[in-house]
């Protein structure tokens, strides 16, 4: 009986472990740039596009297709961390102007959270804005930031402020799984 007892207990609590993991990564699927070095995870139903001269990775909605996540690369002057770069509020007011709200564009774009993380050695700087198009529209926009080998690595996702609540779970989970190495 106790050997029944502790089978059925064993079960019910290696059932348990190995479902915590799979919930955490539900409805996602991994990308991995061996080449320029990053990964980051991505909804399943979003696929891949090409954009020339632009970001060096696009996915988006099928359905929503506004809804996008993308990966810019850009160079830093040789030996630069990014916190030397600035701090999470400074690096994201001139993120902000720089891709988010150029001159010109007629779109705005308010920094509303700003906040560093390290994770296995590197510092990435999560940003959140508020992004109004020329049209009124309003967009949320997350970003996750890193320095690695002389470049800057800005992973980016762009979602309908009326989608947001509903999706914000799902794309944190996007932003904070984006890795440099």
């Not at 400074?90 to 007629?106: F, M, N, R, T, W």
């Not at 906040?115 to 009124?136: A, I």
């Not at 926009?141 to 996702?157: D, Y």
């Amino acid at each position: 009986m106790w050997k029944r007892i502790a089978l059925i207990l064993l079960l019910v609590l290696s059932f348990g472990l190995s479902n915590s993991g799979v919930a955490t990564a539900a409805g996602l699927k991994s990308f991995v740039d061996t080449n320029d070095g990053y990964e980051f995870l991505y909804p399943n139903g979003w696929v891949q596009v090409k954009v020339a001269n632009g970001p060096d990775v696009v996915f988006h909605d099928l359905i929503e297709i506004s809804e996008n996540v993308s990966v810019v690369i850009s160079p830093v002057p040789e030996g630069k961390t990014l916190p030397e770069l600035g701090t999470p509020t400074e690096v994201g007011y001139k993120l902000g102007k720089a891709a988010l709200a150029p001159p010109d564009s007629g779109r705005s774009a308010e920094l509303v959270n700003a906040v560093e993380r390290e994770v296995d050695g590197k510092t990435y700087y999560l940003l959140e804005y508020e992004v109004k198009l020329p049209n009124q529209q309003e967009r949320h926009n997350i970003a996750s930031v890193a320095v690695s080998r002389g470049k800057l690595f800005t992973l980016n996702a762009s979602i309908p402020e009326r989608r947001w609540q509903k999706v914000k779970r799902m794309i944190d989970n996007v932003v904070n799984s984006f890795s440099v190495y």
